[in-house]
């Protein structure tokens, strides 16, 4: 997840932002614009798109900037606009997926590296988080990546915590077996 | 590994894409490019002239033609037209003192010179009216006074969670290098 030393600066260079102090919405673009990118990636098929809708995104923020209340909500509302514009670029092209929503109300376990496969690395996971549907792969990133809380995931994508809860868990399934898959097929 | 350094370490997996960077910059320039050294008088003297002219002149026109109707004195028809110019002369400047020059203006900035504006408009046209500031006059001074002093208020807060989150991103940065360093060592002393 972003580091707290991250989600401080943010909160501190939107402020200054405010202030009209020279640079501060620089610094503040330089510090979100690649796990923004990393995000929207994730939801687009092609690179171009994501390049392209990730520029509309940072015109959209760079314009609505001032309305953002609450400092501190900044990366939440970053990735409430950005899904936003991706997902209106989706459906211009193409349906959204439906998932299976039911069937898990329980808690959803922490994070851990080792939770997948006892040699994960980032490469892998790169790669895992690829081959899942985009519904699945953006809760992951939000909730395990950016450490939102169920709540503003729930929030940022539109859907009911519980239905974040669902999808977390399935995506961590689907996930698991993705590279146990891959796995297997370099052994073989 | 913990979850930051997976982010970190996929964010850097991940190709990206070098004309985003130059793109989202050209956005920004156009928002936040501070204006040239030149341009600041210039945009002044376009100001002045074209409020003056926008204006200053209809009104003057204007007075050569009611009298004989309205009765009322020219002065104060010229007293108000000068309120009004000068008034926009107020704008202009209060516009271009921005630290950075730009067009954008904080709320105390801007509670300050409106409400400096407005004063001196009410005590402009009381000159010209010729006539003791009433209680409706002095509620309105009252008022912005307040409103002056709220913003004002605000502006502080800011300026101190400013300072508030400064120290905690200190002690935050601390705090990883810390940690980042216990690692390390533990790592070389299992080593």
Known sequence: MASRSELIESELLLLQYRQNKPGALEKLV?????????????????????????????????????????????????????RTHAVSHFRKTRLLESLPEDGFSGE????????????????????????????????????????????????????????????????????REVLEKEAQCDEQ | MSNSKLRDKLLEVETYPEGLTDSIREV????????KAWERPFMILCCVVFGMMLIGVPI?????????????????????????????????????????????????????YAGAGFVFYMYLGSMTTNRAPGGWDIGAYILFAVLLLKIRIQASELSLREHMLR?????????????????????????
């Open chain 2, 60 to 112: 003057w026109i204007a007075i050569g033609f009611p009298y004989p109707i309205t009765k009322v004195p020219t002065y104060i028809i010229i007293g108000f037209a000068f309120a009004v110019v000068l008034l926009c002369c107020l704008l202009v400047l209060m516009l271009l003192s921005l630290k950075r020059g730009t067009w954008r203006l904080r709320d105390d900035q801007f509670a300050t």
């Open chain 1, 30 to 82: 330089k510090l979100w614009e690649r796990p923004l990118y990393y995000y929207v990636r994730r939801l687009l098929n092609t690179e171009d798109e994501a390049k392209d809708v990730t520029q509309d995104i940072w015109i959209n923020v760079v314009r609505k900037l001032r309305a953002v209340r609450d400092p501190a909500a900044f990366p939440a509302w970053l990735f409430k606009v950005a």
């Open chain 1, 108 to 175: 959803v376990s922490a994070w851990d590296a080792n939770d997948v496969s006892s040699t994960l690395n980032a490469e892998e996971l790169h790669w895992g988080l690829s081959q899942l549907s985009p519904s699945h792969s953006e809760c992951l990133i939000l909730h395990f990546l950016e450490g939102f809380s169920v709540e503003e995931v729930a929030d940022i994508v539109g859907v009911a915590p519980g239905t974040v809860k669902s999808r977390l868990h399935y995506a961590k399934k689907a996930l």
């Open chain 2, 167 to 191: 120290n905690e991103l200190a002690v935050a940065k601390l705090a990883e290098l810390i940690a980042g360093r216990t690692a390390a060592d533990r790592k070389q002393s299992q080593g």
């Open chain 2, 28 to 35: 920004m320039d156009m928002k936040e490019r501070p204006l």
